[in-house]
C-alpha cells in the first residue's frame, strides 16, 4: 500500500523513537502539517521564531540523550535555523532539522521563499541532504539520524521539496543503516591504550583536562574512575561542565579564559596533559605556546582532526571517550593496586591546594547590593545542585559555570562554541519537554533574554514550568567588561539604557514575574519561583559593573590572569 | 611544501563544493583542481594541489576525511607515483621563430594543435616541472595565453 511522503515522514520518526518535535509551519510544509494534526503519535511544539525551534531541539537532546528534531518551512523558516544549527556544530549536539523547500521543477528559479538551504549550512552542519526523488525520502531520513547520533555527533539538515513530500511511495522495510564512507572509530587502539597509561602511571605532576566528548559519550563514570583510582586532579571546559562532579575534591572546576586560577596553574605546571573529549580551544589555552608547556599530551578524541589541530598531540587515541576511558580502567587495574599508587599525587595535590587557597574562586560582597554570584550559589543551594542549568551568553554564563558546581552529566546547557545570546530560554523549554519532572531554570542576561523572549508563549501553551533568572546589569556585560579593561571605559553600545520591565512583561504572557532589588529579597524570590508551577521570570537587579574572574586576556598565557 | 592529494568520493551533486568549501572556510590554499569519474561511476577522483607545513597538511587530509562523502584520501607525496598535468600554451610563431618553436616542442614531445599566421597552440604534457620548463623557454619568444589541466596523480604498483 502506498502512502504519502508526510506520512512516511512522521513513520520515520516514529522508527527513530522520536515523539517530541520543535517547529513552525509554512507552505513548503504544510501537508506535513496536515498529518501531523492527524496523528498523536508525534507531540509538535509550536514555538514562536524557527530559531528557537532548533536551540529547543539542542536543549531537549542533550537531556535526552537522543536526537533532537526541528521542522520549518523554506524560506525565511530556514534561514532562521541557522544560528541554531551552527550552535549545535560546534558544540557537536545531535539534531536533525527539517526544512520545506520549493517544488522541485521550480528549485534554481528564484522561486517565492526558495532558498538554497544546503548550500547555505553546507560549513555548519555535519551533513545535508536535498531530497530530490520521493524514494530516496526514507532512506535519507534513516542515514541522517544514524550520521547525527554516532561518532562525533552534529547537526544534519534534510531539505524537502514539497512535491517529495506530496507524492506516494512505498515505505521500505527498517535496514540497518550501512554507509560505505562513514565508519567512525569507537575502540580505541591497544597499543596506544598501554603507551597512555604507561604515561600516565609514571607522570608526578598529572592532570585530566576534560571536554564535552565526556558528557557526550556518557563517560563520566570511567572519568571519575579513573581520576579516584589514581587521584589526578580534574579540570573541565565549558562544555566538559558536569562530565567529572564539581563538589569532588579532585575537582579544580573550569579551565581557560575564566577558569579557576589553580585550574589555570596546575595545566600550566603539568607534566602530563590527560585530554579528554576536548578540543584545544584558543578560549581554553590562552596563548597557544604558553599552554602546559612541561606537558606530554594525551588526547582522546572521536573525531581524528581535533587531534593534534591546535596543540601537537603526543599520545593519540581515536576513540569513543568512554569506551577509551573504559580499556585504560582495565589496562591499570590489571597492571597495578591503586592502594600502592594512589598517593603518589599527594604532593601535588597539596600544591593545588595552595593555588586554591591563595586565589580562590571569589567575589567581593556589598552590603545588601545583589551580586550576581551569589544569585547563582543560591539557586545552587536551593535546588541542592540538582537543577537543569540552560544559560544565555555573557558574564551571565560564566557565573553560572563557574557558582553552579554541576555534579550531572546533561545538567548544564550551555552556546560553548558559537555563543548564541538567546540560546537559553529555548534550550530550557527543550530540556523541560525531555525532563518534566526536573527543575530547569535559564540563567539569563538582560540583553540576551530578549533575543528569545517570545518564547514566553511557547513556555505557557505547554505548560513549561521553566524558570529564567535574569541577572539584569542594564548592561551587555561582557562586552562592557572588555571596554572597561581594555578600551578605557568607552562604553559603546552597551549600556542597555531601556529595557522592559520583566515582571510586567511575564505577566503579560500569563507567567509569572518576580523582583529582587537586594541581597536578602533572593532567597525569598528563588522560593517562590521554584514552587511554582509557570514559567517565571525573576528579575535580579544585580551590580552594574560587576566583573567576571578570574580572567585571561585573549592572547595572554593563561598564568597571566586578572583576578578579583 | 607543496604536496598532491587525492580524493575518492561519491559521484553526486554537491560534493565538490563540500571539498572547496572547506578549502576556503578553513583557510587552506589550492594550487590546482581536477575532478573526473573513475572506473566506478558512482565514485569520482578529485587531485589536488596544495602547500603547507605537515600540520596543516595533516588537518586536510583529516578534515576531508570527514566529510560524508569522501571515501578516501591519499597525500601522494607519501607513495611512489605518477604525476601529469596538461597544458596548451599559444605562443608568438612568426616567420623568425616558427621552426624554433617547433624544434622546442618537438624535444619536449609536444603537438602543435593549432596554427594561424602569427602563432601555435601546443599541447604539452607531464609533470609539473616539465611544464614549467616548457614555459621558461617558451617565454622569451613570446606566450600569449596558457590554459592547464591541474595535477592528476596515480600511485605506482607494487613491483613485486
Ligand atoms: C547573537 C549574539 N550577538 C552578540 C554577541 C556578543 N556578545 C557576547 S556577550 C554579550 C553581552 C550579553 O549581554 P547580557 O545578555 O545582558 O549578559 P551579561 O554579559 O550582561 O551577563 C554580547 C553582546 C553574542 N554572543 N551573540
Ligand atoms: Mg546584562
Known sequence: MKISGAQAFIKCLQEQGVDTIFGFPGGAVIEIYDELNKTDVIKHVLVRHEQAAVHAADGYARVKGEVGVALVTSGPGATNTVTGIASAYCDSIPIVVFTGQVPTQLIGNDAFQEVDIVGITRPCTKHNYLVKKPEDLVPTIREAFHIARTGRPGPVLIDLPKDVVGAMINFPEMKQVKMRTYRPTYEPHPGQVEKACKAILKAKRPVIYAGGGVVLSDANEELTALARKLNIPVTMTLMGLGGFPGTDSLSMGMLGMHGTYYANMAVAKSDLLISVGARFDDRVTGRIDAFAPDAKIIHIDIDPSSISKNVKVDIPIVADCRHALAAMNTWIDRKIDPADHGGKTAAWLEKIAAWRNKHPLAYKEDGDVIKPQFVVEKLHELTGGEAIISTEVGQNQMWAAQFYHFNHPGSFLTSGGLGVMGYGFPAAIGAQMAAPDRTVIDVAGDGSIQMNIQELATARQYGCPVKIAILNNGYLGMVRQWQELFFDKNYSATPLDVSPDFVALAQAYGGVGLRAKTKSEVEPVIREALKTDNVVIMDFVVSREEGVYPMVPAGKATTEMLLV | ?160
Open chain 2, 1 to 160: 611544501m607543496r604536496h598532491v592529494i587525492s580524493v575518492l568520493l561519491q559521484n553526486k551533486p554537491g560534493v565538490l563544493s563540500r571539498v572547496t568549501g572547506l578549502f576556503s572556510g578553513r583557510g587552506f590554499n589550492i594550487e590546482s583542481l581536477s575532478v573526473a569519474q573513475t572506473i566506478d561511476p558512482e565514485v569520482s577522483c578529485l587531485t589536488l594541489t596544495t602547500k603547507g607545513d605537515d600540520m596543516i597538511v595533516e588537518q586536510i587530509t583529516k578534515q576531508l576525511h570527514k566529510l560524508i562523502d569522501v571515501i578516501k584520501v591519499t597525500d601522494m607525496n607519501e607513495t611512489e607515483s605518477v604525476e601529469r598535468e596538461m597544458a596548451i600554451i599559444r605562443v608568438k610563431a612568426e616567420a623568425g621563430t616558427r621552426a624554433e618553436v617547433l624544434r622546442i616542442i618537438d624535444i619536449f614531445r609536444g603537438k602543435v594543435v593549432d596554427v594561424s599566421p602569427k602563432s601555435y597552440a601546443v599541447e604539452v604534457t607531464g609533470p609539473a616541472s616539465k611544464l614549467k620548463a616548457v614555459i621558461d623557454i617558451l617565454r622569451p619568444i613570446g606566450i600569449q595565453e596558457i590554459v592547464r589541466t591541474g595535477v592528476i596523480s596515480m600511485s605506482r604498483a607494487k613491483k613485486s
